[in-house]
């Protein structure tokens, strides 16, 4: 049964990287115990740039943690949650049988597909450099890279819960 590993946030931050310091919320870290899900997506959370993240209409970005280990030989590490912005790290769903449109009960809350994949951003470049990401746009195997939602019917939801698609 597919679960919730992790849920995280993270708050606008200035980041240094290589070229220059770019105002981001990609770093993301798992929150602990029960939290709520509303219209704008996980409460604490914060996005940096709403015409490309979060808002009713993308309220939730999630990533699927048994590909974690592919992302070795672009890392030289197995990635933490919330590494890759996500807000919701799951296990046990299989992205090829994921749709638009579909919906799942996550804890009290429902949310819907309305992007996949979540398409990697000028910050995702950045975080990892323009070399990894193009090791991982070559693997087929990486190019499931999560999952964007907006949230139906609020509600509280917790690690250890499960998606249970309706």
């Known amino acids: 049964m597919p679960t919730i590993l992790t849920f995280n946030a993270g708050t606008i931050a200035d980041r240094p990287y290589p070229d220059q310091v770019e105002r981001t919320a990609i770093g993301k870290s798992p929150v602990a115990g029960r939290v709520r899900l509303t219209r ?3 409460v604490g959370d914060q996005q940096e740039d709403l015409s490309h993240h979060g808002g009713p209409d993308r309220a939730l970005c999630s990533y699927v943690a048994d590909h974690h280990l ?6 030289g590490r197995v990635p933490e949650p ?31 597909v309305t992007e996949k994949p979540h398409t990697g ?13 193009r090791w991982i746009n ?5 190019r499931l890279r999560g999952i964007n939602a907006v949230v139906v019917e609020a509600g509280e939801v917790a690690p250890g819960d499960t998606v249970r698609k309706l």
């Not at 790290?89 to 449109?101: A, F, I, M, P």
């Not at 951003?121 to 990401?133: D, E, H, I, P, Y």
Request: with cysteine; glycine share 16%.
């Open 70 to 75: 592919g992302w070795v030989g672009a890392l």
């Open 138 to 142: 070559s693997r087929k195997d990486l």
């Open 40 to 42: 704008l997506g996980l």
């Open 82 to 112: 919330g590494l890759f912005g996500e807000n919701l790290t799951v296990q046990g769903v299989d992205e090829t049988q994921v749709h638009c449109g579909d919906r799942f009960r996550v804890g009290s809350a429902i949310i819907e």
């Open 121 to 133: 951003c000028v910050k995702f470049t950045q975080r990892f450099g323009l070399a990894a990401t």
